[in-house]
């Protein structure tokens, strides 16, 4: 079976400073790991995907995320947040025969100007 | 850009009352899911759909759920008497393959409020 923790509930960093958001999974199989965005009365928006190429995993809007097998952790981070980045933001495992996609419980990411 | 289109965006139900939720995939995916999100809570997965019938479920959904693809483009969510636990945002999602490493695209959701 797997899981997914995200660390924090809400984060507040000011404009223009870095931004991690942390995230660890448990998995029994090899599994892809997704970061999405919800942005207030939107859909999930998928920012970045790791499917066991690449470790460091860019995505959209100046994201990036690091896999790191031996942490078990596929932590977020952007070097300079914007106001625009303020949202919801979700890790998420898929991995094993039953593919279930399992979600995280999210992370209020607030910009303070 | 293609995207997952859901409808209504909110719905208000009296409890008992039977709800049927819209989604609109992506033309080409072939694989279909709903997603719940009761109110400070995690996103939780309901149901996959692959091929006319369901894939898997989880233990929400339970026979007070169904879900069906009327005419090959709709894809919908029915609650055939809602309790007031049921109030949750519902998510559409559909993807290309079923494969672990294909991302899902999502709907904007439904709020879904049962009073």
């Known amino acids: 079976a797997q899981s997914v923790t995200q660390l924090d509930s809400h984060v507040s960093v000011s404009e223009g400073t870095p931004v991690l958001l942390r995230c660890n999974y448990s998995?029994?199989?090899?599994?892809?790991l997704f970061w999405y965005v919800q942005h207030p009365n939107k859909g999930l928006q998928l920012l970045l995907k790791y499917t066991s190429a690449a470790t460091l995993v860019k995505g959209i809007n100046g994201f990036e995320a690091e896999f790191k097998k031996s942490e078990t952790s596929f932590h977020l981070t952007k070097p300079s947040a914007h106001m625009s980045d303020a949202a919801e933001y979700f890790c998420?495992?898929?991995?094993?025969?039953?593919?279930?996609?399992?979600f995280g419980k999210g992370t209020r990411l607030h910009i303070l100007p | 850009e293609p995207e997952v289109t859901q409808t209504p965006s909110h719905q208000v139900t009296q409890m008992g009352q039977e709800v049927i939720l819209r989604c609109v995939p992506i033309?080409?995916?072939?694989?279909f899911y709903w997603y719940r999100q009761i109110l400070g809570q995690k996103v939780e997965f309901l149901v996959s759909?692959?091929?006319?019938?369901?894939?898997?479920k989880s233990e929400i959904f339970d026979d007070q759920f169904s879900v069906e693809r009327p005419d090959g483009s709709n894809f919908t969510l029915k609650i055939r008497s809602t309790k007031l636990e049921d109030s949750a945002m519902y998510f559409c999602a559909s993807s290309l393959t079923g494969a672990t490493n294909t991302e899902a695209f999502f709907g904007q959701g439904t709020r879904l409020t049962v009073v």
């Open positions: 033309s080409n995916h072939l694989y």
């Open positions: 998420v495992v898929s991995a094993g025969r039953d593919d279930k996609i399992i």
């Open positions: 759909f692959y091929n006319n019938e369901i894939s898997e």
């Open positions: 998995s029994s199989y090899s599994p892809s």
